[in-house]
């Protein structure tokens, strides 16, 4: 890992220029060397986890715009497939504020009777949600999209295409245009949303909605294990903005959500770019600070984290995580922990059986939790720690429960 450096001075420190506004004025924050550049597919052995590719991020912070971005990311690295699993629909809490989100999109935009697109849809839960909720018709892409994990009523009127959302589908037009967790995975961010202004053409009555983690929430929080590869575009609420106001978007509102962790932009079309007018936006200064504040305290946290689990494993004490996707991935090959670890447990059955990728842990179910018995289970995102507690006490299991924030 290093400090953050001047783009003058870090050798080795990927593309300098940022890919939302164009400048050269970015300076390297933080690095990690052979990560997974896959962290949620489905591996079923471990000699499979531990032979993944890999890649190297190379944080990179935009002084500019705001925007902050892996400048090693290589997009041909990536695989979305059907061993690509990323669901959290297992989640009463998330399916909770899932349903929430749809109904204040339909209330807010008023969606109803209306051609909805979503890009990045996964399987489809929130589509269906909108469609269902708001009659609505709904039309939906992604390439790692499995055909049924996802009940739909008979009557609802809703298409998927197993594919990447892209110029060829210009013709698929839509009233409302949302894109969930999807942004943070492109790299030529500004060629994106371009791309999609100019698919909208003259319509300016259509409105879009992007939902994106939010980037001072990750890097406020020292929280490492929220960077992995896959992850290539971190956003704050004025760079979010910068990105489609100067791609001829008028911004109307910016939000948070899911305890600040996700970060929402609802924009209009327009036809020339737009200047800032919403008070959120103006948070150049603050998230700089917290990028280098980010770069200067992830080495000691990560240290930290290492030497407590190494002096937790030889007391003899059981560890485990619980979750067993992108985080855990980052958290065990940042850490380079292993017996450490002694599994990573998800409430999701397709992963049973699984392994992560780059460390080989397995990833198991929480009754098996009631042979293990952990001392500790280390939750990934402290949003479910008390649906986490709640299934352990269900199986009479007390271990020290410790959230990541």
Known sequence: MTATETETSDVGGGNPVCPTCGSTETQLAYSVDGVPTNSVLLLDSPDAALSVATGDVRIRHCLNCGHTYNAAFQTELTEYSGQYE????????????????????????????????EIGCGDGEFLVLLCELGDNRGLGFDPAFHQGNVPIQPDT????????????????????IVCKMTLEHIIDTGRFVAALRDAIGDRTDVQVCFQIPNARYVFGDIAFWDVYYEH???????????LFRNNRFEVTDLWTDYDDQYLIVAATPTD?????????????AAVTDEVRFFADEAPRRVAEWRRRLQESHAAGRT????????KAVAFLTTLGVGDEIAAAVDINPRKHGTYLGGTG????????????QPDEVIVM??????EIAADLRSRSLEPVITPLD
């Not at 998927?160 to 013709?171: I, L, N, Q």
Request: with cysteine.
């Open 232 to 242: 290539c575009s971190y956003f704050s609420h004025g760079s979010l903005a910068w």
């Open 319 to 326: 560890t485990v995580l619980w979750g067993g996707g992108s």
């Open 157 to 176: 009127e809703i298409e998927f295409v197993a594919d990447f959302y892209s110029e060829k589908y210009s013709d698929r037009s839509a009233d409302f």
């Open 381 to 386: 995102n402290p949003i479910y720690t008390d």
């Open 86 to 117: 990323s669901t959290q629909g297992f989640s009463s809490t998330f399916n909770r504020f899932h349903a929430r989100l749809a109904q204040d999109m339909i209330d807010r935009f008023d969606v109803r009777g209306r051609d909805v697109i």
């Open 272 to 284: 020339a770019p737009t200047e800032p007018s919403l008070p959120a936006e103006a948070d150049l």
């Open 361 to 372: 842990h397995k990833v198991i179910g929480p009754d098996d939790l009631v042979d293990l």
